[in-house]
Nanobody
Framework: VRMVESGGGLVQAGGSLRLSCVASGAITSVFNPSPMAWYRQAPGKQRELVALISSDGNTNYADSVKGRFTASRDNARKRVLLQMNSLKPEDTAVYYC????????WGQGTQVTVSS
């Protein structure tokens, strides 16, 4: 299974982006029960957990994005989404998604750049 992220870009502070991630090669019976997560890695920093979404759609968020980001999943398409609103310059990073436990192969990520 390989993760394929998309949807990043350059946006001004206060703007919005919607990220998408597909678990390429996953079969439905494996994807559907898997808790999924969004991570991000800023230059010079370690990768951090941003959002977690359980198999039944329950979500948890890092304090830094709570109230601004919303994670969702589309099991039929083996896809997870991250709606990011009220973006801040400190949200600038490469964003990745993966299964929360027993990671699949990491994708290239998608770059999000927020200008002030």
């Amino acid at each position: 299974v390989r993760m394929v992220e998309s949807g990043g870009g350059l946006v001004q502070a206060g703007g919005s982006l919607r990220l998408s991630c597909v678990a390429s090669g996953a079969i439905t019976s494996v994807f559907n029960p898997s808790p999924m997560a969004w991570y991000r890695q800023a230059p010079g920093k370690q990768r951090e957990l941003v959002a977690l979404i359980s198999s039944d759609g329950n979500t948890n968020y890092a304090d830094s994005v709570k109230g601004r980001f919303t994670a969702s999943r589309d099991n039929a398409r083996k896809r997870v989404l991250l709606q990011m609103n009220s973006l801040k310059p400190e949200d600038t990073a490469v964003y990745y998604c993966n299964r929360h436990n027993n990671n699949w192969s990491w994708g290239q990520g998608t770059q999000v750049t927020v200008s002030s």
